[in-house]
């Protein structure tokens, strides 16, 4: 540990990187647009960067651990000044919704915190929509979460979601419509809970045309106001040319020139530790797949076929088969071990359809969704087992209500809830 104090005067900024404490000895500073005053403390996680200024002479003390760094930024380094000046003209202008777009780790969710800080500042209710599924900060991964900060934040992880809707994926491709449909969802309550400002986190896809339409979508049905880009100026260019009459407009916000950029590891790792605490004091739970409705499944997308059918499957597949079901143009097969390729083509040359293998050894760890009583609120789930036959279902879930659906993702997790794995389409 090193003990650090700084000596700032009025508009002088310092740059912390984590893993840090801090504690305002005197005077009053700023972070993220959030005011500290003698005696407040502040925790840096190693993950976060900050900006701290001075609002006046002020004498600031920090606790440096292992790897923690404080220095001096040089001019135009930190563009904390420029991030409050606009959002509070805007806030003042009558704005009082914000999508924040922008690559991964240029700032999205800093910007998204200072929002909620500023809307404090100025005596509003603020509410934040965290749709990043991916690397999610509010709620738990594969999830688009909501929640109603009552005080100042300089990480989104400080906020504990208060709802949230099940998409299944950590990545957005392949997840759009969910993803607007939570996101249109979310914001409704939040304004039916009473915030004042609404604030709407994305995740760092940007590539591609379906990677700004699904977002902008979700801003328009949500009747956001305000598009805030953070450190891509040919995205801004493009927003701006076209959505610049959405309510309030398109704004550009730089992203700070020094800043700590996560690997994929440490993504993973903090993945991880959402799950853990979204998934504590598991019980197991026997679900009867006749009496919920299942989404999220290739099988249960089909009509069941007779068992006498599904099992003759196996005598072409050379595997065990415990069901099958068929749309119009597919026949979804669940097996246990996977066939040869060749014998899965002729299955399918003789029914006529595409055959879609779905192995049951890779059930177990799957992350799911439970629907509770009103058909509305959700709490996750591990599937245990799934036995089709018996139309049963074993889970792990924090859920001790009723159940009226289950939801499957498209993620596996170990003992350890790190990821072990993601299905091309199904789990089952």
């Known amino acids: 540990m090193t003990r650090v104090t700084l000596e700032l005067v009025e508009g002088q900024m310092a740059r ?24 407040d403390e502040v ?5 976060r960067s900050y900006a701290v200024k001075a ?3 002020s004498s600031v003390e920090v606790l440096l651990d292992y790897g923690g760094v404080v220095e001096k930024p040089r001019p135009g380094e930190e563009p904390l000044d420029e991030w409050v000046a606009t959002i509070d003209s805007l806030v003042r202008r009558g704005c009082r919704s914000f999508m924040v777009l922008g690559p991964t780790d240029a700032g999205k969710s800093s910007v ?4 909620v800080n ?3 500042e100025y005596g509003m209710r603020p509410g934040v929509v965290d749709a990043d599924v991916g690397q999610a900060d509010v709620g738990p991964p594969a999830c688009v979460s909501a929640a109603l900060p009552s005080r100042r934040i300089l990480w989104l992880r400080e906020v504990r979601a208060e709802r949230f809707r099940f998409v299944g994926y950590v990545t957005p491709q392949r997840a759009e419509r969910r993803i607007v449909a939570a996101v249109v969802d979310l914001v409704e309550w939040l304004r039916r ?7 709407v986190d994305t995740d760092g896809w940007v590539q591609g045309v379906n990677s700004i339409e699904y977002k902008v979508e979700a801003a328009r049905f949500a009747s956001i106001d305000t598009l805030i880009v953070v450190g891509d100026q040919k995205l801004y260019r493009m927003l701006e040319r076209q959505y610049s009459r959405l309510g309030c407009g398109v704004y550009y916000l730089r992203s700070p020139q020094v800043r700590r950029e996560r690997d994929r590891g440490e993504r993973r790792s903090l993945r991880g530790e959402r799950y853990r605490a979204f998934l504590s004091s598991l019980a197991e739970r026997v679900l009867d797949l006749s009496e919920v409705s299942v989404q999220g499944s290739c099988f249960f997308s089909g009509e069941p076929l007779p068992p006498e059918v599904a099992e003759g499957y196996s005598s072409v597949l050379r595997v065990p088969v415990e069901a099958a079901s068929e749309t119009y143009d597919t026949v979804y097969v669940v097996t246990r071990g996977q ?7 002729k299955l399918s040359t ?14 177990p760890g799957t992350l799911a969704a439970i629907v509770g009583a009103s058909g509305v609120e959700e709490s996750l789930a591990i599937i245990r087992d799934i036995d089709l036959r018996a139309m049963k279902a074993r889970i792990a879930t924090p859920h001790e209500g009723e159940v009226k659906g289950l939801i499957l993702g498209g993620i596996r997790l170990g003992e350890d809830f790190e990821e072990t794995g993601r299905p091309l389409r199904c789990v089952i």
């Open 43 to 47: 925790s840096v996680s190693e993950f």
């Open 350 to 363: 003789a029914l006529g359809k595409q055959v879609y293998i779905l192995d049951k050894r890779l059930v």
């Open 118 to 120: 500023r809307a404090l």
């Open 55 to 57: 609002l006046v002479d």
């Open 339 to 345: 066939p040869d390729p060749g014998a899965v083509e």
């Open 193 to 199: 809970n009473g915030a004042e400002v609404v604030a």
């Open 16 to 39: 912390l990187q984590g893993p840090a404490r801090l504690r305002v000895a005197r005077g009053q500073v700023m972070i993220l647009g959030a005011i500290f005053k003698p005696g």
């Open 112 to 115: 998204t915190a200072l929002i």
